[in-house]
Nanobody, 116 residues
Framework: QVQLVESGGGLVQAGGSLRLSCAAS?????MGWFRQAPGKERSLVAS????????HYADSVKGRFTISRDSAKNTIYLQMNSLKPEDTAVYLC????????????WGQGTQVTVSS
């Protein structure tokens, strides 16, 4: 089973930036970042195909977040700019292995806290 290891996250003031990284131990079809705030459902923030690099963003982060990949390292990044307090959540990296398949590998999660 492919394992995912996340890094980054932390505490930042509103308007600041953070970068998250997620390294996969093997090949994937699509990798993505989800987030979950207390009392809210987990939601997809951004995803990127491992081949071709096609991306998808949640409307709430378009223009502020950028997902990218280093295929040689099986690693994805999430550059988060213009952070808002409502971006505060646990961010989880996930991977799926077939087109439209479930995200079946998950990282441990990293806390992002944006202070106002």
């Amino acid at each position: 089973q492919v394992q995912l290891v996340e890094s980054g996250g932390g505490l930042v003031q509103a308007g600041g930036s953070l970068r998250l990284s997620c390294a996969a131990s093997g090949r994937t079809f699509t990798m993505g970042w989800f987030r979950q705030a207390p009392g809210k459902e987990r939601s997809l923030v951004a995803s990127i195909r491992s081949s071709g690099g096609g991306t998808h963003y949640a409307d709430s982060v378009k223009g502020r977040f950028t997902i990218s990949r280093d295929s040689a390292k099986n690693t994805i990044y999430l550059q988060m700019n213009s952070l808002k307090p409502e971006d505060t959540a646990v961010y989880l990296c996930a991977a799926r292995f077939v087109l439209n398949g479930p995200y079946s590998s998950w990282g441990q999660g990293t806390q992002v806290t944006v202070s106002s």
